[in-house]
């Protein structure tokens, strides 16, 4: 629990402050997007395909928080929007400490019409606990660069989990 507060303290520190010029290129602050979960895609389990037993899964990711990272703007050439993803991580029966989680950002326009779909990849690791000798819940903060063309007017996004079968 303090580690997501710890988090949010930081993101609304983080959001507070101001851009600075980068390569002295002239920037303008815009509006940030709605941001939205996949209901169908929040969650996503690494393991055998489509198995049942839990012997065979070894880890249960899920969406669960975002920020934006300073302000959303526009330089030169195009609109940037810097996201970061709290994702917390619960071993199930993990086979090592690698995480690799697939992430898919659709765009939409103020009319709901998809206007690109980017996708990331976010790696990190579980962590470990010597005194209970197993892994435990890791959360993993992502963060993601979201470039768009300058004159893409974007209203909101939907994050969610690549499912891969």
């Known amino acids: 629990m303090k580690k997501i507060l710890i988090f949010f303290i930081f993101l609304i520190l983080i ?20 941001v939205f979960f996949s209901a169908e895609n929040k969650v996503y389990i690494k393991g055998k395909n489509e198995s049942l037993n839990l012997k065979e899964i070894d880890f249960k990711s899920t969406l669960n928080n975002y920020g934006f990272v300073n302000n959303c703007y526009k330089d030169a050439d195009k609109n940037n929007y810097l996201l970061e993803l709290l994702i917390v991580v619960e071993p199930i029966n993990p086979k090592d400490s690698n995480i690799n989680l697939p992430i898919f950002v659709i765009m939409y326009d103020k009319q709901d019409k998809i206007i690109d779909k980017q996708y990331f990849r976010i790696q990190d690791n579980l962590k470990y606990s010597e005194v209970l000798s197993d892994y435990e819940i890791t959360d993993v903060n992502g963060k993601l660069t979201i470039l768009l063309e300058k004159d893409v007017d974007l209203n909101s996004i939907t994050i969610g989990f690549i499912n891969i079968k």
């Open 15 to 34: 959001g507070c402050s101001s851009i600075r010029e980068k390569n002295s290129s002239k920037i303008s602050i815009i509006d940030c997007p709605k």
